[in-house]
């Protein structure tokens, strides 16, 4: 793997965003994942061994610290903020078609539940793992998932939900999208779900972490 | 059942002050805002205090206490539909959240403190001061604190802590990512935001009158993990803690500490901010009230840990075959314990459910 590109890795991996930022204070005045993907674009480097080796592998080392819980939140939270710097100097790849997703994914919270926090961070997971995320917000009821299904053609949707009097309407919303879109994969997650309740309503896929849940769909849509 | 001789103050100032394990367990419960009306439509009589019907131990003085907000009583609605009210609070954040007693943590829209610049610009200064006009309404305060010790339960006053405030005020992005990258920034708006609770609270313990006990409440979990990691909790929340709970104990009263969510990493370091019980205690982040209080040996009361989602399977067969043994592990190991579920009582648990609760516990509630 070419040098930047690992060290644009190693940046997303620690969260060091830019050289200004002083997180991680071992890292700081040294160059982020900002300036890094700046280089490696100048010195020729394709945008998409960028996003797989640098972004995506990054990311994938984050994900599994913290499925294991070595790191917390706030440390995420940094790496992805460094994935983002990075990704705005990718994004217009995209749109050239230099650069592809792995798919697409409609992300929402569900109805009745204005909790964002979660979806939120697992929005991030898949962003950093190659996915473009369409994000219906809060409160999303049956209707507004179909129709963002309609209009872009996902290969999944992901039902978030933090409470337990919320977490019913998980189920009409995944017994539209599977009568209507069979082949879209519906994933669900948060605080109160379990594989039992996965089952119970004919979802596709839950897992109690963002890292299971962008390996479902690296392994299952990919 | 036989009757207690001790009534509730007495019951649940010797669990949570001193630790010891009384001639029964309390009881305590917290209830969705709903939750009462739907029960009413199932019977329950509309005349009466949850607090009479189930014999609950612990009163949460009525009122609000201060607000600590740097711009107090400025809270404006910036839109509302039918379901939804949108408002702007002190701190500049715009919120949205639920109207009417529908349960749910509110949406975080927007917020404008997203700096130290800002910080110190706008909003440190305020938050110097002894401001009265922090409290609503100091005289309605004083008779709710008097008729509320005139009865026989436990009273606490009740404030969030550091945490919930920095999340209130930043919103859970910018804070856990300034955690990492501005925590001079953190430290101070923390050690303001403390300065201002004891500011506050010493005022309200010296003039409106001292409860039986303090309960704060700061999430510091989820489901799956903490919020941060213990080393992130020892260096910028701990100490704040540990301050504010140093000054409630040397008015002689003891803290009761909310957390939900997963704070075992944490728990150690909690134990040691001083608190003298921990609640909610979440079954299904992974939290064990026995191996806890194994690990605490004591020096600290507990209060919850019975798992909501038994409560909601409305099966009274399966409350008794997970609550009874439970009660009988907790008063063979000699924990003090209040009963509590690991949260708070949706409506989607039957009336008929928590009265059958209510008549096992004291069933078993003996030590």
């Known amino acids: 793997m070419n040098a930047i590109v690992r060290e644009i890795a190693v940046c997303v991996e620690r969260g060091k965003v830019d050289a200004k930022s002083p997180h991680p204070p071992d890292l700081k005045g040294r160059e982020g994942a900002d300036e890094l993907t700046v280089k490696a674009l100048h010195f020729g480097q394709s945008p998409q061994i960028i996003l797989t080796e640098g972004l995506i592998a990054g990311m994938g080392v984050v994900g599994e610290k913290f499925r294991r819980n070595e790191i917390y939140l706030p440390d995420v939270l940094m790496s992805a903020r460094a994935m983002t710097a990075a990704m705005n100097h990718i994004r217009p790849y995209f749109l050239s078609g230099d650069v592809q997703h792995k798919g697409k994914i409609v992300l929402g919270t569900v109805q009745g539940d204005l909790h964002d926090i979660g979806k939120k961070i697992v929005g991030m997971f898949f962003e950093g793992g190659g996915w473009n995320v369409i994000d219906l917000g809060v409160d999303a009821g049956m209707e507004k998932y179909l129709a963002a299904i309609d209009e872009h053609n996902p290969e999944a949707v992901g039902l978030s939900a933090l409470l337990t009097t919320t977490m019913v309407n998980m189920e009409k919303i995944t017994r539209a999208v599977k009568k209507k879109y069979p082949n879209v994969k519906v994933l669900i997650g948060g605080a109160p779900i379990t594989e039992e309740y996965k089952n119970k309503i004919g979802a596709d896929a839950y897992s109690p972490d963002p890292q299971g849940a962008l390996e479902f769909l690296n392994s299952t849509l990919v | ?367």
Request: charged share 30%; with cysteine; hydrophobic share 40%.
């Open chain 2, 1 to 367: 059942m036989e009757p207690f001789s001790a009534n509730s103050r007495e019951i649940i100032t010797a669990i949570v002050r001193d630790k010891v394990c009384p001639e029964r367990m309390g009881f305590q419960e917290a209830f969705w805002q709903d939750t009462r009306r739907e029960w009413e439509n199932q019977g329950l009589p509309c005349d009466k205090s949850l607090h009479e019907l189930f014999g609950l131990d612990i009163l949460e003085i009525p009122g609000n206490m201060f607000d600590t907000s740097p711009f107090p009583g400025t809270r404006r609605i910036v839109d509302e539909d039918e379901e939804t009210v949108t408002y702007r609070n002190g701190w500049g954040a715009v919120l949205r959240e639920w109207k009417a007693d529908r349960p749910g943590v509110p949406e975080h829209i927007d917020f404008e403190l997203t700096s130290p610049r800002i910080w110190r610009e706008k909003y440190r200064e305020p938050l110097l001061g002894l401001d009265l006009n922090r409290f609503e309404n100091v005289e309605d305060l004083k008779r709710s604190y008097r008729k509320s010790m005139e009865s026989d339960l436990f009273c606490v006053y009740h404030n969030i802590h550091v945490y919930e405030l920095m999340r209130t005020a930043l919103g859970d992005i910018i804070m856990l990512e300034s955690m990492c990258a501005e925590p001079e920034w953190i430290h101070d708006f923390c050690g303001v935001i403390t300065d201002n609770i004891i500011r506050h609270l010493s005022w309200a313990l010296d003039n409106i009158g001292r409860p039986d006990g303090v309960w704060f409440y700061d999430d510091l979990g989820y489901c799956q993990a903490s919020f941060v990691s213990p080393e992130l909790y020892r260096n910028l929340i701990f100490p704040y803690h540990k301050r504010v709970f140093d000054v409630v104990h040397d008015y002689g009263l003891p803290v009761i500490f909310h957390s939900c969510g997963r704070i075992r990493p944490l728990f150690e370091a909690i134990v040691e901010t001083g608190i003298d019980c921990l609640q909610a205690i979440e079954v299904k982040a992974g939290q064990d009230v026995l191996e806890m209080a194994e690990f605490a040996k004591n020096r600290i009361a507990f209060m919850g840990n019975m798992d909501i989602r038994i409560f909601e399977t409305n099966d009274l067969a399966a409350v008794d075959a997970a609550f009874i043994p439970r009660l009988n592990q907790i008063r063979d190991k000699r924990i003090p314990y209040i009963f509590h579920s690991d949260h708070s009582i949706p409506k989607s648990v039957r009336l008929e459910t928590y009265r059958h609760v209510r008549h096992m516990f004291l069933s078993h509630c003996r030590y």
